[in-house]
Every structure is written in structure tokens, then in C-alpha cells.
């Protein structure tokens, strides 16, 4: 029989931008080397409900206006069900990949509350967005190849989910001419991340060639 268990706490301070329950980490940040079991899962779930909290008022380019979350949301889980990725910092990582890019949240925020390995990820996959949108670009595939391998697996399912989404709907504004660089440009950034997941890299190669 269940054992019987208190209601659930409740957090009537709490804005709907922090992150509720589990323990809280105002002094030093939390390891999440290797991560495991029940710890690895809150990791993900504590991840998936802080990107949501973050990303709350945001929308997708498309005409549905689809809620920004579903970007996140969808990455992770094309890495889990594509890509087979069982790791729970990679999986965190991809949840949160967005946050320090397109919200107010800081690197050191991610830190703080995540652990180095999932920051050195987030960091890894964010664009400075105070630089030209070329200079971001070039950047992209520049950089690509360095990547650690975590960090390759997440852009690789952004990129996917992304043209994925392109396929779906043509953002709100766009032409077919910017349909096609952003595909011309995506295949030079997988091209720097290639040797990390042959699923994913083949669902790439055939959503790239479709387009191409
Ligand atoms: N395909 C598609 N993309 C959308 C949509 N809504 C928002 N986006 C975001 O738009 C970005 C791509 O648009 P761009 O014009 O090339 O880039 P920019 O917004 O960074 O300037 C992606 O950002 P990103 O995730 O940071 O990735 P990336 O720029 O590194 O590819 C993608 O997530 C949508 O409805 N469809």
C-alpha cells in the first residue's frame, strides 16, 4: 500500500519567474558531474520547468504564434527520441539552451542553479546577440568544429527542430530566399558538429537534401 504523504508545499511568494521547490542554491553552485537516477531526472524536470517560467511570454516566427517553449521542449526531446540521449546535463542543457540568448537570465543564474557542466553547455550553444546578425552566422559555423561534444549534440537538434519548423510553416516575413540560406547555412553549421550522433547527423542530411 502507498505510503500516505502530506499535501504538496506551497510557495505563496514565489513570482511566476523563479524557479519553485527543491533545494535552493544562493551559496554555491550544485555538481551535476555524471548525475544519475532520481537526482538526473530533477535535473531535467527542474530545467524544463525553469526554461518555462523564463520563456513565458514569448512566441514562435510562425503564424500560429506557437509559445516559444515548445522550441526547448521539442529539442530535448528530438534528442531523446532521435538521438537516443540518455544524459541528464545534456537533456537540462537543451531546455535551457534559449534562456541566456532571448531572456534577462545570466550565465551565472544558470550556474548557480544547474551546475558548471550544464553552463558550459548553455554557454557553448549562445549566440552574443549584441554582435551583426552576419557576424553572429559566421560565428556559428566558425565555431562549430571546437564544440565539445555535448554541446554539438544540442546544436544539432536545435538545427534540426528549426528546419524542421521551416518545413511546417514559413516564419512570419520570410521569403523563400531566406528559407534557402537559412538551410545553405545550417548544413555549414552541422557540417562543423558531424561525428556526434549518426541518427540525428542523418536526419539532418535528409531534411537538408530535401531542401537543397
Ligand atoms: N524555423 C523557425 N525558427 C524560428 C521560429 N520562431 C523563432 N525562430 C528562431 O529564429 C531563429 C532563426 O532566425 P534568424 O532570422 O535566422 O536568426 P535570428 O532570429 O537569430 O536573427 C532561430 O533561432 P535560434 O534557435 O537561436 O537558432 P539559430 O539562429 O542559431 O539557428 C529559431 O529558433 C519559427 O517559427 N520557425
Not at 7 to 33: I, K, R, V
Not at 64 to 72: D, L
Not at 80 to 99: F, K
Not at 165 to 186: A, I, M, N, Q
Amino acid at each position: 500500500m502507498a505510503e500516505k504523504t502530506g499535501p504538496p508545499p506551497s510557495y505563496p511568494d514565489l513570482s511566476a519567474e523563479q524557479t519553485q521547490g527543491g533545494p535552493s542554491s544562493t551559496t554555491s553552485p550544485p555538481s551535476y558531474n555524471d548525475v544519475t537516477g532520481v537526482a538526473g531526472i530533477n535535473l531535467i524536470v527542474k530545467a524544463a520547468d525553469f526554461a518555462a517560467r523564463r520563456h513565458r511570454t514569448q512566441k514562435r516566427k510562425d503564424h500560429a504564434q506557437t509559445p516559444y517553449i515548445n522550441h526547448p521542449v521539442g529539442v530535448a526531446y528530438i534528442l531523446t527520441s532521435i538521438g537516443r540521449v540518455t544524459d541528464p546535463v545534456v537533456l537540462a542543457a537543451a531546455y535551457l539552451h534559449d534562456t541566456v540568448e532571448d531572456t534577462k537570465t545570466t550565465i551565472e543564474e544558470i550556474e548557480m542553479e544547474f551546475g558548471k557542466e550544464v553552463r558550459k553547455i548553455v554557454e557553448e550553444v549562445t549566440d552574443d546577440k549584441s554582435l551583426p546578425k552576419a557576424t553572429r552566422k559566421a560565428l556559428q559555423v566558425e565555431k562549430a568544429p571546437h564544440k565539445s561534444p555535448q554541446a554539438k549534440l544540442v546544436k544539432l537538434a536545435d538545427k534540426l527542430y528549426n528546419l524542421r519548423d521551416l518545413e511546417r510553416s514559413t516564419p512570419h516575413g520570410w521569403d523563400k530566399k531566406r528559407v534557402k540560406e537559412y538551410f545553405k547555412w545550417s548544413r555549414d553549421v552541422v557540417a562543423g558538429c558531424k561525428g556526434t550522433n549518426d541518427a540525428l547527423e542523418a536526419a539532418l542530411d535528409d531534411i537538408i537534401n530535401r531542401n537543397l
